[in-house]
């Protein structure tokens, strides 16, 4: 695709219920990372996948986060039993990878904004 | 841990007016530096990229600058536009991003 496409835009999620936020990264990109953005911060990394591998998911702040890429494209996000301090952007990102995870611009979407009430 | 500073947090200057952003960092163990873009509601685009080993980078009217061992970088914006309105990040990889500093171009 053009670029990296996110679903849905945003979501609205009472407290308890369990959300899934769909990342597409740009064709072909061997790498993706998602981030968490509060209002008036930067991103916080979350997770980083190479392919289906997910190599680092030291950012995901509490066993609730579980993120996977089975085939290598498309990357899901689940949060389950939403609280009220995970109303955030959710930010995904792909770079290509041919040169390594931290040497490579990277592409972002629109993000997601979550509000859990 | 590493801590990205951006000051300041808002600017506001006339149109043509050249633009200074600055960015702080504590750890000087990393691979390069980026400065995005970010408009309301989007997400993030890659304005320039610095390898650690680069001193600065320019694309048309931006240049970034980095010094590694002072821990700053500094992203330049020569004769400013309404259209260069938006929320500057600086990311130090591996990645951890500043807060960001708003700008407002008044024409």
């Known amino acids: 695709g053009a670029g990296v496409s996110q679903s849905p835009r945003y979501k609205v999620a009472k407290r308890g219920q369990d959300v899934a936020l769909r990342c597409d990264p740009i064709s072909g990109h061997v790498s993706l990372f998602w981030y968490q953005q509060a209002l008036g911060q930067g991103p916080e990394f979350l997770t980083y996948f190479q392919n289906e591998a997910q190599l680092d998911k030291s950012g995901l702040p509490s066993d609730r986060f579980f993120a996977e890429r089975p085939e290598g494209s498309v990357s899901t996000l689940k949060i389950q039993r939403t609280q009220q301090e995970d109303s955030a952007v959710y930010l995904c990102?792909?770079?290509?990878?041919?040169?390594?995870?931290?040497?490579?611009?990277?592409?972002f979407g629109p993000g997601t904004r979550l509000l859990v009430l | 841990k590493q801590e990205v500073t951006q000051i300041p947090a808002a600017l506001s200057v006339p149109e043509g007016e050249n633009l200074v952003l600055n960015c702080s960092f504590t750890?000087?163990?990393?691979?390069?530096l980026q400065w995005f873009r970010q408009d309301p509601g989007k997400g993030l685009t890659s304005l320039l990229l610095?390898?650690?080993?680069?001193r600065e980078q320019t694309s048309g009217r931006l240049n970034a600058s980095l010094d590694k061992s002072s821990g700053r970088s500094t992203l330049y914006i020569a004769a400013s536009q309404p259209g260069d309105s938006a929320t500057y990040l600086c990311?130090?990889?591996?990645?951890?991003f500043g807060a960001g500093t708003t700008v407002t171009v008044r024409a």
């Open positions: 990311a130090v990889t591996p990645l951890s």
């Open positions: 610095i390898q650690s080993s680069q």
């Open positions: 750890d000087s163990a990393i691979y390069n």
């Open positions: 990102a792909s770079s290509s990878g041919r040169t390594g995870r931290y040497q490579e611009t990277q592409y």
